[in-house]
C-alpha cells in the first residue's frame, strides 16, 4: 500500500513564503515524477510544478521565478518552496507521484492541504 503524506501548508500574508511536504511510503520500487498540482473553489485542479526523476522541472507560468520544486530520493520526498505568494494563489495543494509498486505504475494523490494567502 502506498501513501502520500502532505505537511506544511497554512495562512500566510501576500508576499510571505511557504514551504510544503510531501513524503511517498509503502512498498516502492521506484517514483517516476513527483509534483504538485492545486485547485481554487470553483475551479479545475492545474499543475502547479513537476520534477521528473532526474532534475528537469516544469512549472506553470503563474509561480515561476516565484516556486521552486524539488526532492530528495533518499527520502521518497518532493517539496514546493513558495516565495512571493499572491492571494490567488490560494488553493489546496495536491502531492502528486508516479509510482511503481508491485509491478504496477500508476498515479498517486496526497490528501491535499490548504493554502490561504491574505491580502
Known amino acids: 500500500q502506498v501513501q502520500l503524506v502532505e505537511s506544511g501548508g497554512g495562512l500566510v500574508q501576500a508576499g510571505g513564503s511557504l514551504r510544503l511536504s510531501c513524503a511517498a511510503s509503502g512498498t516502492i520500487f521506484n517514483i517516476n515524477h513527483m509534483g504538485w498540482y492545486r485547485q481554487a473553489p470553483g475551479k479545475q485542479r492545474e499543475l502547479v510544478a513537476v520534477i521528473l526523476s532526474g532534475t528537469t522541472t516544469n512549472y506553470a507560468d503563474s509561480v515561476k521565478g516565484r516556486f521552486t520544486v524539488a526532492r530528495d530520493n533518499t527520502k521518497n520526498t518532493v517539496y514546493l518552496q513558495m516565495n512571493s505568494l499572491k492571494p490567488e494563489d490560494t488553493a489546496v495543494y495536491y502531492c502528486?507521484?508516479?509510482?511503481?509498486?508491485?509491478?504496477?505504475?500508476?498515479?498517486?494523490w496526497g490528501q491535499g492541504t490548504q493554502v490561504t494567502v491574505s491580502s
Open positions: 502528486n507521484a508516479r509510482i511503481v509498486s508491485n509491478s504496477i505504475t500508476r498515479d498517486y
